[in-house]
């Protein structure tokens, strides 16, 4: 098996175990950790097609920052919403003074 | 015989085991920290295809910031557990991301172009291409990032203590 193919195969499988996360997890937090599997499935993706195949291979890159940044800003924004209503559920005062 | 071959097996032998366990962990906060160890090794693998700049850019950017946001948010606010669906979706979930992985592995290994050309994975091409035809996913990208942090920082802004 080449490379490519091992790469490819690789990357798909972290995208399949990420969908499977996000179906199986009930949690937000659980959710979104299947989502970064994904992303960093669909990163190590882009860096295979685009760096292995020749063709636009800078278009890695731009794909890689994007996907990363969709990521950093995926996970801060749930763990903000996660936060929020937990504490708007008022079940934990541990977390008031905020 | 280099060493991108065996740093790519290791590395994508740990991103996939750690993503497999961090579907099946019960406990929240141990599928985060298999998340990091996934991350860790999506960018050993970028390195073993010669893409340094992303490796340093997934592993600075996402192996601990992303992990650590989410075990904070597990740590002072815990979901419930064990966090796993019960009933159709026990089945429905492997049978879909075996479905994702047939379609995405299969296809794509038989359709793409084949290897040519001269890799084009220095960071002066991607400041290139974010100056001149990306522009705008370059624009896309920093209001993303810039909406997630004034969303976050809406979200938990301290409350006005009652007077």
């Known amino acids: ?98 | 015989m280099t060493w991108s071959g065996p740093v790519f097996g290791a590395s994508a032998a740990l991103a996939v085991g750690s993503a497999i366990a961090a579907a099946f962990l019960p406990r929240p906060r141990d599928a985060v920290l298999a998340l990091s160890l996934c991350l860790l090794g999506t960018a050993g693998a970028c390195l073993s295809l010669g893409s340094g700049y992303v490796f340093i850019v997934v592993g600075v950017g996402l192996v601990i910031p992303v992990p650590a946001a989410l075990l904070a948010a597990v740590l002072l606010a815990p979901p419930s557990e064990p966090d796993h669906r019960t009933g159709a979706r026990v089945v429905l979930a492997p049978a879909a991301g075996v479905a994702v992985f047939l379609t995405l592995g299969l296809l794509l290994v038989r359709v793409w172009p084949a290897a040519g050309g001269v890799p084009q994975t220095a960071p002066e091409w991607l400041g290139s291409r974010a100056l001149t035809d990306d522009a705008l996913t370059f624009l896309l990208t920093a209001a993303v990032l810039s909406l997630a942090a004034f969303g976050a920082v809406a979200l938990l802004r301290p409350r006005q203590s009652p007077r």
Do not use: C, D, Q
């Open chain 1, 1 to 98: 098996m080449s490379l490519f193919s091992a790469a490819v195969l690789a990357a798909a499988a972290l995208v399949g175990v990420g969908v499977m996360t996000m179906l199986r997890r009930r949690s937000l937090i659980g959710v979104v950790i299947g989502f970064e599997v994904a992303l960093a499935g669909a990163l190590l993706l882009a860096i295979t097609l685009f760096t292995l195949s020749g063709f636009e291979s800078s278009m890695a890159l731009v794909a890689a920052m994007a996907l990363a940044a969709l990521a950093m800003a995926s996970a801060v924004l749930v763990a903000a919403v996660h936060l929020a209503m937990w504490r708007a559920s008022g079940t934990e005062r541990g977390l008031e003074p905020w």
